[in-house]
């Protein structure tokens, strides 16, 4: 029997990436997006064709109703979620705290700190041994941002991603001796849309410049580390963050 991922924001970007990494690698694929059904149709053709089942389900993963909804969807199209991976996120407008408004940072909150709290309730639910799971893995990403602040652009995402990985410190504890693993990832800037979108699409070439490895990180590299905290190479590994930066 295949295993049962759920990605969050799966239509662009590092999402769209894991999906498809999953999918390779035997997994069927639940998919959410927020608005480019085009974009996520095509995420799930790739995936079916790497011979996997696979859904896609809009939803904002801000609001609980549309989480229980993709939790369902799966429910019923797939079978009981067996990993999670929460990577839908936001970050909001470049500018310094005194520009910074309210909506923004409610936004901010709600969508990368409600929606993974969210995601892993409902994971919790249909994973833990206590409820008559099987057990599982949940896999949060988290930013650099979350321990560097990332003064003078986005202090409200940083706080935000502090929030993810204390949320995975705990979660990672409290649910072991239920058979989930929870993990995050520490994200270096990545090669997506988010920048541009944003506000700072330059952005990507200056965080280049200062890296290591001389480069931005791509997609992939993201989702290779998600796939093996997924994996049983990772069994012994819970609420851990591992960096994925090339070396920055």
Not at 13 to 35: E, H, P
Not at 70 to 87: E, P
């Amino acid at each position: 029997m295949r295993p049962i991922v759920i990605v969050t924001g799966a239509s662009h970007g590092i999402g769209a990436a894991t999906a498809r990494l999953f999918a390779a690698d035997g997994y069927d694929v639940c998919i959410n997006y927020l608005s480019d059904a085009a974009a996520a149709s095509s995420v799930v053709e790739d995936c079916r064709a790497a011979g996997a089942r696979a859904i896609a389900v809009q939803g904002d993963v801000g609001a609980i109703e549309d989480i229980q909804a993709l939790f369902s969807a799966c429910d019923d199209a797939l079978g009981r979620v067996t990993c999670m991976v929460n990577n839908a996120g936001i970050i909001g407008k470049a500018g310094r705290i005194e520009d910074l408004q309210p909506a923004t940072l409610e936004g901010t909150f709600r969508v990368n700190v409600f929606g993974v709290m969210y995601c892993i309730q409902e994971a919790a639910k249909r994973m833990s041994t206590r409820r008559g799971g099987q057990g599982g893995t949940i896999v949060n990403m988290s930013s650099l941002a979350s321990y560097l602040g990332s003064p003078n652009e986005y202090v409200h995402y940083a706080a935000s991603k502090g929030a993810v990985e204390s949320i995975t410190f705990g979660a990672g504890k409290e649910l072991a001796p239920e058979g989930i693993r929870v993990n995050a990832i520490r994200v270096g800037t990545t090669n997506t849309r988010i920048h541009t979108q944003g506000g700072n699409p330059e952005r990507p070439a200056r965080i280049a410049a200062a890296t290591p490895m001389g480069r931005i990180a791509e997609p992939d590299d993201i989702a290779r580390a998600a796939l093996w905290l997924a994996s049983p190479g990772s069994g012994f590994v819970t609420g851990t963050l591992i960096t994925v930066s090339g070396g920055l």
